[in-house]
């Protein structure tokens, strides 16, 4: 009778129309308290932007100490085209119109300084920026697709002849690129900027460049299934060493894997299935529970070390810390209950590094120790530093936090997915520290140490502290059903693009298999993920 039933059953279900697959957690209810902490974010925003306008308009950052700028991001005004979706998510018409005004007659033919141009940041933040509100605004705003077209047509001198992969860097005036050796998130996050541009102006040659660089990394062996080395060669289109990480220089190629195949919904599963299995071999290869406090974190790995016990360091960094949260949102999307519970476990760990700090703000870096052992490649951890573990569970390797996003984008993708409201007050305790430790004398800043509630300032407002750090606090406390996760695809600069509607499933079920990897360059990695105020470059410190 029970067999009869279940026949019964599986054939009616396959009567039922495929439902769509949702992320975020359906009826939402926000508590009184979370209108209060909204306010607070937009207040933060206001002052911070009143300040910018006040010593730094058309500049890309304020110096909110010494009260002036600093362009580096080529002086095209970063924080303007930075600040503009968050504006839009926040309802502030009359600021927004101002800097749609201002980014529609952007000269992109050129440098507005002397440095050369970052074809993954340029794309990222101005590029990303255009579109996205291009899109927000109803597409009404064609001098904002006539910008973002300018910029990827130059831009797309860093493809040279044949190669796949795009060099890093390029000189404007004379669009020649910086023959240099680059890495997988400079390389392989250009995908979601370069294929809306392809959609919104019908030249799906944006698209076809950033897919083949994008593609091509995926498909080139890897140190570890699935987990693409961070260095990479555009002149060979070989992997540079044999370097693992879920942080700077690899982030955002991880990262972008699953958000492509969302945001272009393809029938092609080949990059998800790459997400899939990056993730399946991070939890048997990269995660660790450190021996205090049973914290999870990643650890990375150097595949090309002689000595096989000096391949995995214990370290961690606040750019890594989007993996929960990124791990979560796909995780859901497959309806893999697993990669849940360990994206909930990685967020966890991340917040610690905040919740254990003087400022209740977390550092730049970190390492701890495990039952696997303790090895970092830094120098051994001080007295001071072996202290802090044995109460927190980690101990700082970089004590400077820059206004970084990663942890409370984390944070908000968890509260939009699981309705667990200790996310809410988590972000609420950031909201407070943000308002104690981090006004300066304009605006808000950066400070040297985490762990001194009197440390110096850094100096230097960047722009994602508007475009991220902002946006999704605010959206963290603001009615879900603004900028829903089921609506809108973020860029790893937090620009929201417009999702079509969702498949019914994602993936093949199926892991890749790219071959076996053998490290063919040996050439040094580049300094990835660099501040250029304060020319502080890898939390890897791989070469």
């Known amino acids: 009778m029970r067999l009869d039933i279940t026949l019964i059953s599986l054939s009616t279900l396959l009567l039922l129309p495929a439902s769509a697959v949702t992320v975020q957690k359906p009826g939402l209810v926000l508590p009184d308290s979370a209108a209060a902490n909204k306010d607070a974010v937009k207040s ?55 800097a749609v005004d201002f980014a529609s007659k952007i000269d992109f033919s ?22 996205s509100v291009y899109e927000l605004r109803g597409e009404k705003d064609a001098a904002l697709l006539e910008r973002a077209q300018d910029v990827a047509d130059k831009l797309a001198f860093a493809w040279v002849e044949d190669h796949d992969i795009p060099y ?4 404007f005036s004379t669009n020649t690129p910086t023959v240099d050796t680059s890495n997988i998130a400079e390389a392989g996050s250009l995908i979601l900027e ?3 541009l392809s959609k919104h102006t019908g030249n799906d040659t944006y698209r076809e460049l950033a897919e083949k660089s994008f593609r091509h990394i995926a498909e080139l062996p890897s140190p ?11 002149t060979t289109g070989e992997f540079v060493g044999g370097y693992v990480s879920w942080g700077g220089g690899a982030d955002s190629y991880f990262e972008y894997l699953l958000k492509y195949a969302r945001l272009a919904e393809l029938e092609d599963s080949f990059y998800i299935d790459t997400w899939t299995t990056a993730v399946d071999s991070s939890i048997k290869n990269l995660l660790r529970t450190s021996t205090v406090g049973d914290h ?21 960094s606040h750019l ?10 796909g995780g859901t999307l497959l309806g893999n209950d697993t990669i849940v519970n360990h994206a909930l476990d990685l967020i966890d760990g991340c917040w610690n590094t905040y919740a254990s700090t003087a400022t209740g703000i977390g550092p730049e870096s970190f390492a701890y120790s495990s039952t696997e052992g303790n090895f970092t490649g830094l120098d051994a951890p001080s007295a001071d530093q072996l202290a802090f573990f044995e109460e927190h569970g980690f101990y700082i390797t970089t004590e400077y936090y820059i206004l970084r996003p990663e942890v409370l984008e984390s944070n908000f993708y968890a509260w939009r997915i699981t309705g667990d409201t200790k996310y809410l007050d988590r972000a609420a305790s950031a909201v407070e520290s943000f308002q104690k430790y981090l006004p300066a004398n304009a605006g808000y800043d950066g400070i040297w140490d985490v762990s001194d509630e009197n440390a110096d300032r850094i100096d230097d407002m960047e722009s994602f502290w508007f475009a991220e750090v902002l946006k999704y606090l605010y959206l963290t406390f603001d009615d879900p059903a603004n900028m829903s996760l089921d609506d809108f695809v973020f860029n790893t600069e937090a620009h929201p693009f417009k999702a079509p509607p969702a498949s019914d499933f994602y993936g ?14 040996t050439a040094k990695v580049p300094v990835v993920s660099a501040i250029a105020k304060l020319n502080l470059g890898s939390d890897t410190g791989v070469a």
């Open 44 to 98: 933060i925003f206001l002052d911070s932007y009143e300040a910018y306008k006040t010593y730094a308009w058309g500049h890309d950052d304020l110096t909110p100490e010494s009260k002036s700028f600093f362009d580096g991001r080529n002086g095209w005004g970063a924080s303007i085209v930075d600040a503009m979706s968050t504006m839009y998510a926040m309802g502030l018409d009359d600021l927004l119109d101002e």
């Open 110 to 131: 050129s440098s507005k300084t002397e440095d050369s141009v970052s074809v993954f940041e340029t794309t990222i933040r101005y590029l990303g920026g255009l579109l």
């Open 168 to 171: 890093g860097f390029l000189d």
């Open 194 to 196: 370069w294929a809306t």
């Open 224 to 234: 570890l299934p699935g987990l693409a080395a961070q260095g990479i060669d555009p």
């Open 296 to 316: 999870v974190y990643t650890c990375t790995y150097n595949g090309t070390a002689e000595d096989p016990a000096k391949r995995f360091r214990h370290l961690s």
């Open 320 to 329: 890594a810390c989007f993996h929960g949260g990124n791990w979560l949102f």
């Open 508 to 521: 093949s079920g199926t892991l890749v298999d790219n071959g076996e990897f053998k490290a063919t360059a």
